[in-house]
């Protein structure tokens, strides 16, 4: 059965004066994808580094897998949470092996030292990289990887811990379209899956939305404009709203583009 994963309830960020997000009310289970659209600056980024255990609201409340933010260690959390971002794909040092880079996730560091890996995490990874069709690049340096490779090996060492709730910023961004299609294709793929964990992923483009996710939250200077289904949350008219100009929305098996009317 499906269990809450994350629940916000009058989440409100205030940084500087500015209020980034204002009043969030949101809740996300265990069996939905969540993809997470709306202008530069309107708190995507703000809301998933609170979804992450990386950051507390200043009001409100914000329960990550049923643990209150602010009550709990925050450092038990964050193994539960896989979270890929360009921000934590610059912790991975370019000269570490793509086995390393996935391995050293097990015990939640970037860089791998003297730890000693069990053969378990191993033989774990080694079959992450093979779900992420990265099998041949396992002793290839990170840093040597094209932007397509390393976007998803990121991803294979946010799924390494076998996480509860995995988080995507951006994660098809500066792909050209052959890997974007190649990693909206896995992603799609990984959604789909009922043995995977609940996923929210921010994104800026509407053809990144993989088959099989569920749900879309729209976001427009710090407030939800619609958040549902995505039947019902991504629409022509939800997407104008937030965007603040006419657009055109169209699906095709499970797919989206959008564009200017
Ligand atoms: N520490 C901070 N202090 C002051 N303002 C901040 C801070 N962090 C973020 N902001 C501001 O909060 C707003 C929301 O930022 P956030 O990164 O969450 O937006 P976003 O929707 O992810 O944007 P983008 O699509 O451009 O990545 C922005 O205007 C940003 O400048």
Do not use: C
């Amino acid at each position: 059965m499906a269990s809450t994963v994350l629940q916000f309830q009058g989440v409100s960020v205030v940084r500087d004066g500015n209020t980034i997000l204002d009043d969030i009310d949101w809740s996300v289970a265990s069996d939905e994808r969540w993809v997470i659209l709306g202008p530069n600056g309107a708190g995507k980024t703000t809301l998933l580094q609170i979804a992450a255990a990386a950051m507390h609201p200043t009001k409100g409340t914000a329960e990550v897998l049923q643990e209150s933010l602010g009550k709990v260690d925050v450092f038990e959390l964050r193994p539960m949470i896989g979270f890929a971002s360009t921000a934590m794909a610059r912790k991975i040092p370019r000269n570490e092996s793509v086995i390393d880079t996935v391995l050293t996730a097990a015990y939640s560091v970037t860089g791998r030292w003297n730890e000693e890996y069990e053969e378990i995490d191993d033989r774990r990874a080694q079959r992450v990289l093979a779900e992420w069709k990265l099998e041949g690049f396992a002793k290839r340096r990170f840093g040597s990887l094209s932007d397509g490779e390393q976007k998803r090996v990121q991803i294979a060492r946010a799924v390494m811990t076998d996480p509860e709730l995995l988080l995507l910023d951006e994660p098809a961004a500066s792909l050209d379209l052959g890997a974007r299609e190649e990693l909206v294709a896995l992603l799609g793929g990984y959604a789909s899956s009922p043995a995977s964990p609940a996923i929210v992923m921010v994104t800026h483009h509407v053809e990144e939305i993989p088959q099989g996710f569920t749900h879309a939250l729209l976001l427009a200077d710090g407030h939800i404009v619609a958040s549902g289904p995505l039947a019902e949350a991504l629409t022509a008219e939800k997407l104008s709203e937030t965007f603040g100009m006419q657009i055109e929305l169209t699906e095709r098996d499970g797919r989206f583009s959008a564009r200017a009317v």
